[in-house]
């Protein structure tokens, strides 16, 4: 399987991307509001995130040219941001942030991005992928170490787009390849479990996860006659999410026992962000004259979304 196996899940065509989201205690009962991407600057991507909508740019080596910032998380004092950069080799470098320091995952000969970040504790935990003789290999990183994630026999690769941490256990959730197609699953403590699809279908991802009160929750979306059906899984349940064409699920939340994600779908064309309560689809607004929008991420604070 080649370096871009699964990338057509992975569109980036935006100017500025905003892909992590996460609230935190402010001042008063105001959550601080954080926010991951990047901006173009003379052609070039430049990895960044927001902080109640001050931008902190991130640290790249001398050389290179741009990357981007997928996911974000906060810890006490500390703003940690996964993502990747280009090297000077051109291949893709997976990276973590902590409060702007870099820290490479991998050395950027071959490939490799880190698509998620958890912070439980004093703990790091980055989950991507890096490239092996051409093949992308699912996996995460604690403390800098690297833990492959198993994959079916004679399968040549996937990746881990989502991790999170809870009650001792680590989850990673993503998809592999397999005869062309890809398999949505996620990862208990290196275990893997597949997740359901209907029928004869295919193709799928799992693009997030949660755990909430012992329950595993993965966002995702699959492929059906030619198009995309958002669903998340519950326990390894899947839920179809009602809506009009070419929909994904791209983020979980789970409060109050209420499953909140973050998506999009296509009207006459044109992607329009969303989000789903329990089931129940709002769009979201767009300025002016704008026609396309993604929503990548979804957080609950306080009851609101």
Known sequence: MANNTGKKFKARVLAIALFGF??????????????????????????CYWKNGTRYD?????????????????????????????????????C?????????LTDGTTGGEAWSVAVPGDSVYVAGYYADA???????????????LPLPD??????????????????????????????PCYWKDGERADLSLPGKT?????????????????????????DTVPCYWKDGERYDLP???GEVAKSVAVSGGS????????????????????????????PGEATDGFAYSVAVSGGSV
């Open 202 to 226: 295919g193709n799928g991802q799992a693009a997030s996860i949660a755990v909430s009160d012992g329950s595993v929750y993965a966002a995702g979306y699959y492929f059906s006659a030619g």
């Open 96 to 104: 973590y942030w902590n409060n702007g320091t870099r820290i490479d």
């Open 154 to 183: 004679g399968v040549a690769g996937g990746e881990a787009a989502s991790i999170a941490a809870s009650g001792g256990s680590v989850y990673a959730a993503g998809y592999y390849a397999d005869a062309g197609d890809t398999v």
């Open 22 to 47: 996460v609230l935190t205690a402010g001042g008063g009962n105001i959550p601080a509001v954080y926010v991951a991407g990047y901006y173009f600057n003379n052609g070039y991507r430049i990895p």
């Open 259 to 286: 499953v909140y994600l973050a998506g999009s779908y296509f009207n006459a064309g044109n992607p329009v962000p969303c989000y789903w309560e329990d089931g129940i689809k709002a769009d979201l607004s767009l």
């Open 58 to 94: 991130l640290s790249l080596p001398g050389g290179v040219i741009g990357g981007e910032a997928y996911s974000i998380a906060v810890s006490g004092d500390s703003v940690y941001a996964a993502g990747y950069y280009i090297s000077v080799s051109g291949e893709p470098a997976a």
């Open 134 to 148: 051409g093949n992308s290999i699912p996996c995460y990183w604690n403390g800098g170490t690297r833990y492959d």
């Open 243 to 245: 809506g009009g064409n």
